[in-house]
């Protein structure tokens, strides 16, 4: 199985080579900046995190994002990181979350797929997301992220790939986003996981409905 995955990888990632040579103009989708994403969303406040800075988005190179925390009554505080790419064909590609982690000090101690019902467009949906304990030192958080393009969320990264490729064939758009959301874990509850776990939840089903207006479908 670990084989069969390592040549589909490797064939998305040939794939993407050939787009990314091709020569046909991508179009531009229409969307909403970031700096109009709402600072309150429902019970929680945001606050700006400080811009990014060169060196770390030279390596990103997204072309849009939001990175902010929101805060709550009774609630730990969410971390909320969208980085908004219009096109992956000229090398700019989304970087996974686990790729920084361990140069940032921190080491994912356990992780598994999380599915979560969020409110969309007046019905319940499913999304499955990327679960993850994180620690450094004594200090841990639980990390939520996926992948999401033209109103399809994918949590698998080489899902993520196949999408890529078939939809910049099908569709000639290569347009996408990483959604991220951490929540500090307190040491002192016995249950500070499921804590963590539980208002982390009640954040994403907050937020999601807004992804649509910035991220395009």
Avoid at 203 to 217: D, E, K
Wanted: hydrophobic share 40%; aromatic share 10%.
């Amino acid at each position: 199985m670990l084989g069969r995955a390592s040549v589909l990888f490797v064939c998305f990632i040939a794939a993407t080579g050939v787009i990314a040579r091709a020569s046909h103009i991508e179009p531009v989708p229409i969307r909403t900046s970031f700096e109009q994403f709402p600072m309150q969303i429902g019970e929680w406040r945001g606050t700006s995190l400080p811009p990014i800075s060169d060196s770390i988005m030279a390596i990103l190179r997204v072309d849009d994002y939001v990175n902010r925390v929101y805060s709550a009554p009774a609630r730990y505080g969410a971390g909320l990181y969208i980085g908004y790419y219009r096109s992956q064909r000229q090398g700019d590609s989304i970087h996974s979350p686990l790729n920084c982690m361990p140069g940032a000090g921190w080491e994912p101690v356990s992780q598994r797929p999380l599915a979560i019902s969020v409110p969309n467009a007046g019905t319940e949906t499913s999304i499955s997301v990327n679960r993850y304990v994180i620690q450094k030192g004594i200090d841990r958080q639980l990390v939520l992220y996926w992948y999401q393009s033209h109103g399809r969320v994918v949590a698998n990264e080489y899902w993520s790939k196949f999408y890529l490729v078939r939809d910049a064939v099908r569709l000639n758009r290569t347009d996408a986003a990483l959604v991220r959301v951490i929540v500090p874990m307190p040491s002192n509850l016995e249950a500070g996981e499921s804590k963590a776990e539980e208002q982390a939840i009640a954040f994403v089903r907050s937020m999601f409905p807004l992804l649509s207006t910035y991220l395009p479908s």
